[in-house]
């Protein structure tokens, strides 16, 4: 692993309704670029926000070149918001950042001094997580099945809060996946990562973007995009459960045959339970193979991953995609 030098830094930030944050969120980042001696942009990539984000943005990108905008057509998602930024940095390092402040802009200069040493990616853990009980518990769970999905040991994969060089950045770019979680795609195509502790803040103002109903699309997608392991399971599950459902079919067989007919008729109860047992491993399987037909459907389609209405800066002022 041989070190070397970062010649322009691009910070992709992506936002969705942070007009609160965005002020201070401009006003820190711009406070420690002052302090780089590197070449620096600030991408700021509205997610289709409903409120005055992309006014926000607009405002910061005419103000100060370091700073360029992207608007969105419509709410696509965060990853893909990160990825539309990603098509149009033009450092070395890449730096992924959230807007909502929980981590902190200052930071910065320590992820680029753990690059500079020569890792491909530069992961973060935050240290006292400021978050809830549900979401630090959801946090885990997409850890453990990241862990096993790339076999890169990262303790934090769900803190945005990364360094990527390049090359690293422009494959991902390459990818034809509309199923898409940046940190573990990065991973599978690093050969030096390591992490770094970070502070976590609590918000400034707004709440997480995070649902229960998308933390779990998130897990369906974490699950169906990087690893067939779940259909593997569910192939031992079903044989097991078959072996079970005949050896059981046997032992009613003998018990009928010894206590005789009136026995059997009592046993149609359990023989009851034993059958809604099988309907619902079949459904569960059913389901679990239609995410799978559903990932394969949506690729297939191959619809663009986001629609860029307008960029500001980067000699680009108001050009539309």
Do not use: W
């Given at each position: 692993m041989q070190t070397y030098r970062i010649k322009m830094l691009s910070v992709v930030i992506p936002v969705f309704n942070e007009s609160a944050n965005l002020p201070l969120l401009i006003q820190r980042c711009t406070k420690v670029i002052d302090q780089l001696t590197t070449a620096v942009?600030?991408?700021?990539?509205?997610?289709?926000?409903?409120?005055?984000?992309?006014?926000?943005?607009?405002?910061?990108?005419?103000?100060?070149?370091?700073?360029?905008?992207?608007?969105?057509?419509?709410?696509?998602?965060?990853?893909?918001?990160?990825?539309?930024?990603?098509?149009?940095?033009?450092?070395?390092?890449?730096?992924?950042?959230?807007?909502?402040?929980?981590?902190p802009p200052e930071e910065i200069p320590n992820l680029m001094r753990e690059a500079e040493k020569g890792y491909e990616v530069v992961g973060t853990v935050r240290q006292m997580r400021q978050d809830t009980y549900f979401r630090r518990t959801a946090s885990r769970l997409i850890n453990n099945v990241v862990r096993r999905a790339t076999g890169v040991h990262m303790s934090d994969y769900g803190c945005m809060l990364r360094a990527y060089?390049?090359?690293?950045?422009?494959?991902?770019?390459?990818?034809?996946?509309?199923?898409?979680?940046?940190?573990?795609?990065?991973?599978?195509?690093?050969?030096?990562?390591?992490?770094?502790?970070?502070?976590?803040?609590?918000?400034?103002?707004?709440?997480?973007?995070?649902?229960?109903?998308?933390?779990?699309?998130?897990?369906?997608?974490?699950?169906?995009?990087m690893t067939t392991g779940p259909l593997r399971l569910l192939t031992f599950v079903g044989m097991l459960i078959a072996g079970g459902g005949t050896l059981f079919a046997f032992l009613l067989l003998i018990l009928r045959l010894v206590k005789g007919a009136e026995w059997g008729v009592e046993g149609v109860f359990p023989l009851f339970a034993l059958l809604f047992i099988f309907v619902g491993a079949q459904f569960m399987g059913v389901g679990l193979v239609g995410e799978y037909i559903g990932r394969i459907y949506?690729?297939?389609?191959?619809?663009?991953?986001?629609?860029?209405?307008?960029?500001?800066?980067?000699?680009?002022?108001?050009?539309?995609?």
């Open positions: 942009e600030i991408i700021l990539v509205d997610d289709g926000s409903s409120d005055d984000s992309a006014d926000l943005i607009r405002h910061a990108a005419k103000q100060d070149g370091r700073f360029v905008g992207i608007i969105l057509n419509r709410n696509y998602g965060q990853h893909a918001a990160i990825m539309a930024g990603f098509s149009r940095v033009r450092g070395d390092l890449i730096i992924t950042l959230d807007a909502d402040l929980q981590n060089r390049r090359h690293i950045v422009d494959t991902m770019l390459r990818c034809n996946e509309r199923s898409t979680f940046i940190p573990m795609l990065a991973n599978s195509f690093a050969r030096y990562t390591t992490e770094i502790p970070v502070k976590h803040e609590q918000r400034a103002a707004g709440g997480s973007k995070y649902s229960l109903l998308k933390l779990i699309n998130l897990q369906f997608d974490l699950l169906t995009a949506y690729d297939v389609r191959a619809r663009p991953r986001f629609i860029i209405e307008q960029v500001i800066g980067q000699d680009d002022e108001s050009r539309a995609d």
